[in-house]
Nanobody, 117 residues
Framework: QVQLVESGGGLVQPGGSLSLSCAAS????????MGWYRQAPGKERELVAH???????AYVDSVKGRFTISSDNAKNTVYLQMNSLAPDDTGVYYC???????????WGQGTQVTVSS
């Protein structure tokens, strides 16, 4: 059983910043990749950013230069620092872990991010 516990999120004005964190626990291989997805109302879930245990990160084009993903491997925790937030960043943000050995895919419960004046 793998659990992903998210924290952070909330309401922020355009141009503001928020930070998300996600701690993974349970049984999974060290060879894994963690990341963040988001889903806006009426839209499909999309990848925001992911990071490997080696530190390699990738971002969707719309957040490059504004969001930074990082991780603490010892704590099995991934973070997402979001700056210069815009209304289009509004949505439910989901933490994700892919076990690259078993290829099992795990999700957090989601946390709401709302960017509005």
């Amino acid at each position: 059983q793998v659990q992903l516990v998210e924290s952070g999120g909330g309401l922020v004005q355009p141009g503001g910043s928020l930070s998300l964190s996600c701690a993974a626990s349970g049984s999974f291989f060290r060879l894994n990749r963690m990341g963040w997805y988001r889903q806006a109302p009426g839209k499909e879930r999309e990848l925001v950013a992911h990071i490997t245990r080696g530190g390699g990160a990738a971002y969707v084009d719309s957040v490059k230069g504004r969001f930074t993903i990082s991780s603490d491997n010892a704590k099995n925790t991934v973070y997402l620092q979001m700056n210069s937030l815009a209304p289009d960043d509004t949505g439910v943000y989901y933490c994700n872990l892919i076990d690259l050995v078993s290829m099992n895919n795990y999700w957090g419960q989601g946390t709401q991010v709302t960017v509005s004046s």
